[in-house]
C-alpha cells in the first residue's frame, strides 16, 4: 500500500505562485504514473496533470501553461508548479498514483489507485 502526503497549500494571491509537493511511501514510486487532481467545494472532482514513469505528462486544458508537474523517482517525489494562479483555482489538491502501459505511442491510464489526504490552495481576488 502507498502512502501519499501532500504539502505546500496555503494562501496566495491572484497572479501569484505555489509549488505543491508529494511524498510517497516505498520503493514502488517509479512503477506508478502520478498525478495531481483538486476538488472545489461544490464541484467535480477534476484532473490537474499527471505524469508517467518515463516523464509523459498531461494538463487539464484550464492549467495548461501555467501548471507545471514533475518527479523525482529517487526521492519518491512529486511537485506541481503553479503560475499565474486565479481564483478558479483555488481547491484541495490531492496527490494520486494510477497504473498506466503504453500503446501505439500514447498512454492508456486505468485509474487512481492511491489518494492522499489533500492540501488546501485558497486564491484571493
Known amino acids: 500500500q502507498v502512502q501519499l502526503v501532500e504539502s505546500g497549500g496555503g494562501l496566495v494571491q491572484a497572479g501569484g505562485s505555489l509549488t505543491l509537493s508529494c511524498a510517497a511511501s516505498g520503493s514502488i514510486f517509479s512503477r506508478y504514473t502520478m498525478g495531481w487532481y483538486r476538488q472545489a467545494p461544490g464541484k467535480q472532482r477534476e484532473l490537474v496533470a499527471r505524469?508517467?514513469?518515463?516523464?509523459?505528462?498531461n494538463y487539464a486544458d484550464s492549467v495548461k501553461g501555467r501548471f507545471t508537474i514533475s518527479r523525482d523517482n529517487a526521492k519518491n517525489t512529486v511537485n506541481l508548479q503553479m503560475n499565474s494562479l486565479k481564483p478558479e483555482d483555488t481547491a484541495v489538491y490531492y496527490c494520486?498514483?494510477?497504473?498506466?502501459?503504453?500503446?501505439?505511442?500514447?498512454?492508456?491510464?486505468?485509474?487512481?489507485?492511491?489518494w492522499g489526504k489533500g492540501t488546501l490552495v485558497t486564491v484571493s481576488s
Open positions: 505524469i508517467t514513469s518515463g516523464g509523459n505528462s
Open positions: 494520486t498514483t494510477e497504473c498506466s502501459e503504453p500503446v501505439a505511442g500514447s498512454i492508456r491510464y486505468y485509474g487512481v489507485d492511491n
